[in-house]
């Protein structure tokens, strides 16, 4: 056999295998295929849909794709970079608390910051964070020294305080027997809120601050300190340099405020708040001294000496005018308590309690606390729970007026108080501030009429605020003890 | 007793005066996006797609989704068809497009392991009923599968379909001569494996008895016609 005949065969093969598949795919196919027809249709009007219908479709799907992913290496790196702690001479029991075993008992944390525990010093680790965490401190003298890192966020609460911590280095005592707070500053800055701090003080290096029921808030050293703004750095905040000013908040002084309303009220409200030369603002009126100046232009500030610190009070208040058109409310939460308490005397109280709404009288009464004219405060509390009875913003009001009347004997006194907290509990006993509005009225009880009549209080706060502010003072008192 | 008819294929589609239609007009309303349109194309034009994909990838294999794929490629592109008389040759050359894709995506599949064969060979179904045949076109298709997509494509067109070299050329879009040049090539590698298949050449004598098979008379003619083919591809070379 030749290669040709070879080729030949090979190529007759292959012919006859061509003319099997053609006879075997030969049919005419597929033209009665309804379904392949149907299915071509939706699949061609899908094809015709908006492309840029299509394009969200897509980029939706991606961005939820892309969402889930970083949600994803968020919660991994979260759960992967978190702070730890450990003590030294020390050791960790229940509850998280640090119990000292020695000298210098000293919680270190991972990325640097340091608190060392005084010898009687209650303290926990209540959570931890990638930037930070929760220190609470139950009792006693602790030294904090935070690392400065951005994004930081730690928080040291102390009773019923909380000092919002960025990157400094400061002392805290915390007394529950006497309700005193202590923060001295030795470097950076601290935000502190609470029940005598409410907007927010801010304290910077050097200063001293001290919060006691009793004697109020007092304030010391380095400069003073200014209403916090929510949500801006502690350290980027404009200061107002007194010169060492000392400015004392007390309960006491709120007389002078008792003072004006005995006089009618009104003559506090048209009163100028007079402001020392030196920036530092001089609360008192009538008969009372709210801070006191102790600045070198303090003695002989005249009228011109008033207006040229007017100036510089409105230089370091959060600008007024610009906030004229913003509602109090707004205006409050940034601290500008004398442009409210301005405006307010600017329109009249009488006319401000027949058409201010429920928020803005709210936050009128704050403000004229804040700025400690109790006169009009208790005015326009009382114009909210008139005007807007049964609105949680009228229960609330009754517990300021009880607390207005506790700090105030002409305004009823610790009868009145009492008045008052029982009128809150009874209209919001699950409250806001059910803790402290039942607290002070077993203080006030026991003041009052003694140890034995304020036990069942006490033991009724411990059964609905076991770790409540008034909690230590509770158990004082109660029959266990 | 009842008759027993085949199946009916006939099916009526609903097409208007485009049923009847020469191509260009066909050509124009898918331009025009006349909603007759598509179902006009589909009943002219996919039994002859249907058919090329069964003879490119052979026994076993579904090509009703590759169909679908050609389709919706042309209508896709139908606006950018400059001559609308060459509506066929548009849908043959989607078609091949369609094959060398499909070829190198099962040959891509293949390198990773995710199936057995360009083909993916199966056991014929109701394709062919005859189990020689059945096992010859196994074997064939086995053979075509050493070939790269563009040479399978063109020996499909040519020597399965019988279109010309010039329709093959452009259904590939290759020169004429580098089609035939091709084509003589390929002819002469697939007539070598075939010589080489024992499986083929047990084939062969039983070749007569293959239900559907043409006569030998028309086997001879068709021979003559396929070598015809090749010896037109290698004079072409040699001239060259």
């Known amino acids: 056999m030749n290669v040709s005949t070879t080729q030949r065969e090979g190529e007759r093969l292959l012919e006859d295998v061509v003319q099997l598949v053609q006879s075997t795919y030969s049919e005419t196919l597929a033209v009665g295929d309804e379904r392949g027809l149907a299915r071509l249709e939706q699949a061609w009007h899908r094809s015709r849909r908006p492309w840029s219908e299509l394009a969200g479709l897509r980029v939706f799907a991606m961005a939820l794709g892309a969402i889930a992913l970083i949600v994803g290496g968020v919660s991994v790196y979260r759960r992967a970079d978190l702070l730890t702690y450990r003590v030294v001479n020390g050791s960790v029991g229940s509850g998280g608390f640090v119990h000292p075993t020695g000298v210098g008992t000293t919680i270190l944390f991972s990325e640097g910051s340091e608190i060392s525990l005084g010898g009687e010093a209650r303290t926990r680790v209540d959570s931890l964070t990638t930037d930070g965490g929760r220190v609470v401190v139950e009792s006693g003298t602790v030294h904090a020294r935070i690392v400065p890192r951005k994004h930081a966020h730690w928080t040291v609460e102390a009773g019923p305080y909380t000092i919002r911590v960025t990157g400094t280095a400061f002392k805290v005592h915390w007394s529950w027997t006497d309700e005193r707070l202590e923060v001295s500053m030795q470097r950076g800055s601290v935000v502190v809120t609470g029940p005598l701090a409410p907007s927010g003080v801010t304290l910077t290096a050097g200063m001293e601050m001290t919060a006691n029921p009793g004697t109020g808030l007092a304030i010391g050293g380095g400069d003073t300190p200014r209403a916090a703004v929510p949500g801006e750095p502690a350290e980027s905040e404009p200061r107002t340099r007194s010169g060492g000013a000392r400015s004392e908040l007390s309960g006491s002084d709120v007389a002078g405020a008792a003072a004006d309303e005995a006089a009618g009220g009104e003559r506090g409200l048209a009163a100028e708040a007079p402001v020392a030369d030196d920036g530092a603002l001089d609360l008192g009126r009538g008969t009372g001294t709210r801070a006191r100046a102790t600045g070198r232009q303090r003695s002989g500030m005249g009228q011109a000496g008033h207006r040229g610190a007017e100036r510089r009070l409105a230089s370091s208040q959060p600008a007024s005018g610009s906030r004229a058109g913003e509602g109090w409310d707004k205006r409050l939460a940034h601290g500008d308590v004398q442009g409210i308490l301005a405006d307010a005397d600017a329109r009249g109280l009488d006319e401000l309690l027949q058409t201010a709404s429920e928020r803005d009288l709210s936050a009128l009464a704050d403000a004229a606390r804040y700025g400690h004219r109790p006169a009009l405060a208790r005015r326009a509390l009382f114009g909210v729970r008139e005007r807007f009875a049964g609105s949680q913003e009228a229960r609330n009001a009754a517990f300021f007026l009880g607390s207005l009347a506790d700090d105030a004997p002409g305004a009823g006194g610790p009868t009145g108080a009492l008045e008052w907290y029982d009128r809150y509990l009874a209209e919001s006993r699950g409250g806001r501030y059910a803790p402290q509005a039942l607290g002070r009225k077993m203080a006030l009880t026991q003041r009052l009429h003694g140890a034995d009549a304020a036990r069942p209080l006490a033991a009724e706060y411990l059964s609905r605020f076991p770790d409540g502010p008034y909690a230590a003072a509770a158990r004082k008192l109660s029959p266990v003890n | ?240």
């Open chain 2, 1 to 240: 007793m009842r008759e027993t008819v085949p199946a009916a294929r006939i099916v009526y589609l609903p097409g208007g005066h485009l049923a009847s239609a020469d191509d260009a007009t066909l050509a124009r309303a898918l331009i025009a996006g006349d909603d007759p349109a598509p179902r006009a194309a589909w009943a002219r034009f996919s039994p002859m797609v249907h058919r090329m994909l069964k003879r490119t990838f052979g026994p076993g294999q579904d090509v009703d989704d590759m169909v679908q794929d050609v389709f919706l490629c042309l209508f896709r592109k139908v606006g950018g068809l400059r001559e609308p008389k060459a509506l066929k040759a548009f849908v043959i050359s989607i078609t091949a497009m369609t094959i060398k894709y499909e070829l190198r995506q099962r040959r891509v599949r293949r390198w990773v392991h995710l199936s057995g064969s360009v083909s993916e060979l199966e056991a014929p179904r109701t394709e062919q009923p005859d189990a020689g045949a059945r096992k010859a076109l196994v074997s064939f298709y086995a053979i075509l599968d050493r070939l790269n997509a563009r040479d399978r494509a063109a020996f499909v067109l040519r020597f399965f379909e019988g279109l010309e070299l010039t329709e093959v050329a452009a259904a590939l879009d290759i020169s004429v001569s580098t089609a035939k040049r091709h084509l003589t090539r390929i002819w002469k590698r697939v007539t070598l494996l075939v010589e080489r298949s024992p499986e083929l050449a047990s084939y062969l004598p039983s070749a007569a008895n293959v239900p559907n098979v043409s006569k030998q008379d028309d086997s001879d003619k068709a021979l003559q016609k396929l070598q015809s083919m090749a010896a037109e591809s290698s004079e072409t070379e040699k001239r060259r």
